[in-house]
């Protein structure tokens, strides 16, 4: 819906509202949780010359690429690299919130831009994965407090999450349902929604293939070490573990075709102090129609953004 008029007809509407005040809940509450671990807030810019796309061979998403003062730079798409280099400065860690901007068709499951509740420790993927799993439960109590009792929350605050690997997945699935490429498997929205059904709630899919991930997640014979959260409407949260040095990163760059020069920084980062660690990103209005019980996500940006011109706020 493309109405002109939308912005005036939410001053009415006390859902958009209470969208605001979720928004908020959950930044207050983010704070609130990781100060409680010493994990520390890290102040990123949203400009960057070191994407995090183009992504693993299986994605669709672009960098959002602009001029400044006459020369070229990207919105970030994450500055997960960053948080990698945080990781450097504190022990435990850092995270923040902060706008992502993708070069992808906005849909019922994508925005161009929205909010990115990304996280950095030092650790392996269960780490993270556990971080995670507290991380939504403890959102998911103070949103309660809010809107009260929900029986789809109440399923989450009180169950461990259900693990499974790809391969896994794919048994459940069937190999013909999966979508098949030359080096790599990925699962398609309708699997996404079958391994939801199948599991009765959220699910974790673990260890895709290697070439359906981006460069800088780490793999082991062929196998990433990532997991994405399916809830909802399909992935919310993604998270994985990096390479902790910057040989493996250099052979991870030329495995992927992407030039070395444009990563100097970030293998340079790797030899100087190398560390394993691991981070993961949430969407927030992902995260709030899981919430909401809602199928579009479209429906949850209050201040749309579609980048053809037709914005009015």
Request: some cysteine; charged content about 30%; overall charge negative.
């Amino acid at each position: 819906m493309r109405d002109r008029e939308y912005y005036l007809d939410n001053l009415r509407n006390n859902e958009k509202k209470l969208i605001l005040e979720l928004e908020e809940l959950i930044f207050i509450e983010s704070m609130s949780f990781y100060r409680d671990k010493d994990i520390h807030w890290l102040s990123a810019p949203v400009t960057t010359g070191t994407i995090s796309s183009p992504m693993g061979l299986g994605s669709d998403s672009l960098p959002v690429e602009i001029y400044l003062d006459g020369r070229k730079t990207y919105l970030a798409d994450s500055m997960q690299f960053l948080l990698e280099y945080g990781c450097r400065l504190f022990k435990n860690g850092c995270w923040y919130i902060m706008p992502t901007f993708r070069g992808e068709d906005v849909d019922k499951r994508h925005l161009k831009q929205f909010f990115h509740s990304e996280a950095e420790v030092p650790g392996n993927l269960d780490d993270t994965m556990n971080l995670v799993n507290e991380y939504i439960k403890h959102l998911l109590r103070k949103i309660q407090v809010v809107i009260g009792d929900q029986k789809h929350l109440n399923q989450v605050i009180e169950h461990d999450i259900p693990r499974v690997t790809f391969d896994e997945a794919e048994k459940i699935l069937g190999r013909e349902n999966i979508e098949h490429r030359k080096t790599w498997r990925n699962l398609t929205r309708d699997n996404e929604q079958k391994l939801i059904e199948y599991f009765g709630g959220p699910v974790w899919v673990m260890h895709y293939d290697e070439d359906a991930v981006p460069f800088y997640q780490r793999s082991i014979n062929g196998k990433a070490q990532n997991a994405d959260l399916l809830m909802g409407i399909g992935e919310t949260v993604g998270c994985g573990e990096r390479w902790s040095s910057g040989v493996e990163l250099e052979k991870a760059l030329s495995h992927y075709g992407h030039k070395k020069t444009e990563y100097e920084w970030y293998v340079k980062l790797k030899n100087y102090q190398p560390l394993q660690t691991s981070g993961f990103g949430m969407g927030i209005e992902r995260f709030l129609l899981f919430v909401l019980k809602k199928n579009d996500i479209r429906d949850i940006q209050v201040f749309r953004r579609f980048n053809d011109g037709g914005d009015i706020v």
